[in-house]
C-alpha cells in the first residue's frame, strides 16, 4: 500500500531511526516531512495532508496530544483525519491509554517487531477509508482523541481548585472571585477572563489553569476556551455543520471545537 505520513520527533537520532524503520516495515510509505515540535507537526500536516502521523507525546511547546487536538479543530471539514500514531518512551499508564482506546503507539527506542504490527494496523484502517464511509475515520478519531485527553488530565497530580484570580489592571491587582467567571479565553501570550461585567488579562496559560479547575463546573469548549457549564444558554449550528454556543450574562457566541461538539448532542 502506497501512502504518505509526517513525522514529529524532536530527538534527531530516534526521528532517523523511525523513518530507516518504516522503509524496511512499509517501503510503500513516503515520509512528506519530520519536523521537532508540535506547531511545526501542525502546520505541515495542515499544508500537506498526510495519510499518517507519527506524533512524539513529549516535544517542546505542544505535546503530540496538543498537535492532534489543534489539528482536530482546523482539519478541513469533509476530509478524513490522518491516521493517529503516537511515539512514546516506554510508560506503563500510556500505554494502557493507547491500549484502552485501540490507538497504535510506537515506543522508543523504535522495536522492530512493534513496529511492523502499527504498520499492519494503520494499513487495515487506511484500507477500509472509502467514500461511502463519510464521516465515520473522524468520528472514531474524535472519541480516541477525547478519550486519551481525558486520561491524560486525570494523571495530573491533584491540586486545590481556584478560588481567586489575581489580576493586574494598570497600577492595581484585582482579585476576581473563580464564581463569577463565566469564560477563560486564551489570547495571544495572555488568558481572557471573562465575567458579566467585565474583562482581566492574565498570563498563566490556560493549560495550566485548567488543572485547578473543577470540571464539574466549567467545560473545555475548544482548545483555547473554557466556558462555565450553568452559564450555557444555547448551542447552534451553522449550515458547516459547526457548532457555538451563547452564555447567559455575555454577549458573543463562542466556537466549539469538533473535538468537544460530543457534549451537545440531543439527550
Known amino acids: ?4 505520513a509526517l513525522i514529529a520527533e524532536d530527538e534527531p537520532l530516534l526521528a532517523q531511526a523511525l523513518q530507516t524503520e518504516l522503509a524496511r516495515a512499509w517501503p510503500g510509505l513516503r515520509i512528506v516531512a519530520s519536523v521537532s515540535d508540535g506547531e511545526a507537526a501542525v502546520a505541515q500536516a495542515l499544508s500537506l495532508k498526510p495519510d499518517v502521523l507519527f506524533l512524539d507525546i513529549r516535544m517542546p511547546g505542544q505535546s503530540g496530544l496538543q498537535a492532534a487536538a489543534e ?4 482539519w478541513p471539514e469533509g476530509d478524513a483525519l490522518p491516521v493517529l500514531v503516537f511515539v512514546t518512551a516506554y510508560d ?5 491509554a493507547f491500549e484502552a482506546q485501540a490507538v497504535d503507539y510506537v515506543l522508543k527506542p523504535v522495536q522492530p517487531a512493534r513496529l511492523a504490527r502499527t504498520v499492519q494496523r494503520v494499513q487495515q484502517v487506511l484500507a477500509q477509508r472509502v467514500p461511502s464511509a463519510g464521516a465515520a475515520p473522524n468520528d472514531i478519531t474524535l472519541a480516541q482523541l477525547r478519550a486519551l485527553l481525558t486520561a491524560s488530565a486525570a494523571t495530573a497530580p491533584p491540586v486545590p481548585h481556584l478560588q481567586l484570580i489575581p489580576a493586574s489592571v494598570g497600577h492595581t491587582v484585582r482579585m476576581v472571585p473563580v464564581s463569577e467567571v463565566l469564560v477563560f479565553e486564551a489570547a495571544d501570550k495572555y488568558v481572557r477572563v471573562l465575567t458579566a461585567d ?3 488579562l492574565i498570563r498563566t496559560p490556560l493549560k495550566e489553569l485548567l488543572p485547578q479547575l473543577d470540571p464539574a463546573v466549567f ?4 482548545r483555547g476556551t473554557v466556558v462555565r457549564a450553568d452559564a450555557i444558554d444555547s448551542v447552534t449550528r451553522n449550515e458547516a455543520g459547526r457548532l457555538s454556543l451563547r452564555l447567559r450574562g455575555r454577549p458573543e457566541a463562542l466556537a466549539v471545537s469538533r473535538l468537544y461538539a460530543d457534549r451537545f448532542r440531543a439527550m
Not at 489539528?71 to 482546523?74: N, V
Open 1 to 4: 500500500m502506497n501512502a504518505t
Open 71 to 74: 489539528l482536530a479543530d482546523e
Open 92 to 96: 506503563a499508564y500510556a500505554v494502557e
Open 198 to 200: 467585565s474583562e482581566v
Open 219 to 222: 467545560w473545555q469548549v475548544h
